[in-house]
């Protein structure tokens, strides 16, 4: 999940360039006379910020935080007179039920997921949640992407924006950020240490939040704290259990849908989409992109049920892409969405591949209705900062030679479209696959897709527990091709191997879970260093 603007930077390799290039957008304006509540700052210190991260989750911090947080914080804090140390509240964190690490066949739904226990929480809170502004967006592939862009394009419109996304990279505030900085360790812990106080009023010890619930009612808490204008707010799993899914958003995003966590969400395109139409409300426009026809019966009903529009990009939402060659000589793609009104014409799309192009188109709809009344859309300000977004773990470049990328694809159609996207942009000679994923993906037409793009490919246990086994995938495999492949337990071990048998002019790709993507940005960077 990409965390923060980037920038290209000077001396990169012909490789390295053959990717769009990041622009650094122009900065939004300060003015916001529609708040009575003045923004705080996102962190303790200037201090805190360069001292890095020692928690217990892991990671070094993605962007400094803007600001330093004033009294008034203090006084927003509901009672909470002194929060926990950092490292204290970490160790909660890590203590509660994780339903990304969990495997499937142990979980149990009815304990994992329930919207009344966050709600109590909430009510003890003052309902966070709904004083905010909420871009609510649900989808299977994708939903990162439209997540960073759309906040983005909003906070290129002069506002101050709340991002909630899920999972983490290397470091777990990364999940929580206003205008790109991450939360910092002291609110974090302060948050986290309210929402905490809250929980034992409420559910009196019968029950405890997840650590994913707890983590979501500690962004709305922060974001109520910042006085953001626009929160934009990804779903964790599924849709209508899902704990994000108390929020009463201005906009419903709907990305691309494919079979995943069937354990959960079903076995079929129509329960899976049943689960993800599940965060569309009342009267609450939607957008969605082009989807199957099964996909798109299951939208088109639950929209019909309560009564809320429903847009579809290059339907009822103009749409159109092109390719353009820049000055510098990279071929970008370019993207023209007309969306109430409001035309955006020749947006960069920032990723590479072109199913990014429709992220982007549905990025730029979905921020046109986010924003706020009386605030404009600044057409060239929207293109330079949707240009600038940096996504960590899309097709990012970790080590320079011989080349090593990462890519967090873990459903066919995103590996695919990674595999694709690659050989467009590269000519490596082999390119060596290192592959983990969560048991409860479609494995078997994943590793189809490996086979049509890999020489050669090294399975591992993704570092997460419910991770599918290296042996059974390499066992897999090789019902499906003759390639080399062999299986390796450690995923530090694996990368080790595939980068010291890849010549300069070949490369490495990291696929398959985020968590995979992580361990080898942490690993490329030991070594640079």
């Known amino acids: 999940m990409g965390q923060h603007v980037g920038q290209k930077k000077a001396g990169q390799s012909e490789q390295d360039s053959a990717l769009p290039c990041l622009v ?24 805190e910020a360069s001292q890095g991260s020692d928690n217990a989750l892991g990671g070094t911090p993605i962007a400094a935080p803007s600001a ?17 140390p950092y490292a204290d509240v970490m160790a909660i964190l890590k203590s509660r039920m994780n339903v990304e690490a969990t495997p499937p066949h142990t979980l149990d739904a009815a304990k994992a997921f329930s919207l009344e226990r966050i709600s109590q929480v909430l009510a003890r809170l ?21 997540c ?17 996304t899920s999972p983490h990279i290397t470091d777990l505030r990364e999940r929580i950020r206003v205008d790109g900085a991450m939360i910092g360790e002291g609110d974090l812990a302060r948050v986290v240490d309210e929402v905490i106080v809250a929980e034992k009023a409420a559910l009196k010890g019968k029950e405890q939040l997840t650590q994913f619930e707890l983590l979501t009612a500690a962004a709305f808490v922060h974001f109520r704290r910042q006085a953001v204008d626009v929160a934009v707010i990804e779903v964790g799993l599924g849709g209508a259990g899902d704990a994000t899914n108390v929020v009463k958003p201005v906009v419903c995003v709907v990305t691309s849908i494919q079979r995943e966590h069937t354990q959960i969400l079903g076995d079929t395109l129509p329960e ?14 939607t957008l969605t992109l082009p989807q199957t026809n099964e996909v798109m019966r299951v939208l088109r009903q639950r929209c019909g049920e309560v009564e809320a529009p429903l847009d579809v990009l290059d ?17 970008r793609m370019m993207v023209t969405v007309e969306c109430d009104g409001t035309k955006l014409e020749g947006v960069p799309v920032p990723f590479a591949g072109e199913h990014q192009a429709f992220n982007t188109g549905l990025a730029m709809a979905a921020a046109v209705r986010a924003l706020p009344k009386g605030v404009k859309v600044r057409p060239g300000e929207v293109a330079r900062a949707m240009a600038g977004v940096h996504q960590n773990g899309r097709l990012e470049i970790i080590q320079a030679r011989p080349l090593v990328l990462a890519d967090g694809a873990h459903t066919p159609d995103s590996i695919r479209a990674t595999l694709r996207t690659l050989a467009s942009h590269f000519r490596l000679e082999p390119l060596t696959v290192v592959f983990g994923c969560a ?7 994943m590793l189809r897709e490996l086979a049509q793009g890999a020489d050669r490919v090294i399975f591992t246990r993704a570092p997460m527990p419910r991770a599918a086994s290296h042996d059974e995938l390499r066992l897999v495999y090789s019902t499906l091709c003759d390639r080399a492949a062999l299986s390796v337990a450690s995923p530090e ?26 361990m080898a940005r942490e690993a490329c960077g030991r070594r640079a260093t």
């Open 272 to 285: 899976i989409a049943a689960h993800k139409a599940g965060i569309i409300k009342d009267g609450v426009p």
């Open 68 to 84: 330093t947080v004033g009294s008034h914080a203090t006084a927003l804090a509901s009672g909470v007179a002194e929060s926990k």
């Open 126 to 146: 003052r309902n966070p949640h709904l004083d905010l502004r909420v871009v609510h967006v649900a989808g299977s592939k994708g939903k990162g992407s439209v």
């Open 315 to 331: 339907h009822s939402i103009p749409y159109a892409h092109r390719y353009q060659t820049g000055a510098d000589g990279i071929v």
């Open 493 to 518: 071990e694996a990368l080790s191997r595939a980068v010291r048998a890849t010549p300069t002019r070949g490369g490495v790709l990291v696929v398959g879970s985020f968590s995979l993507v992580g």
């Open 24 to 47: 650094t957008p122009v900065p939004p304006g300060a003015t916001r006379a529609h708040h009575a509540v003045p923004r705080q700052g996102t962190n303790n210190s200037q201090a």
């Open 148 to 164: 960073e862009l759309t906040a983005a394009a909003v906070r290129a419109c002069g506002c101050t924006v709340g991002l909630f």
């Open 439 to 445: 048991a409860d993906k479609d494995v078997h037409a």
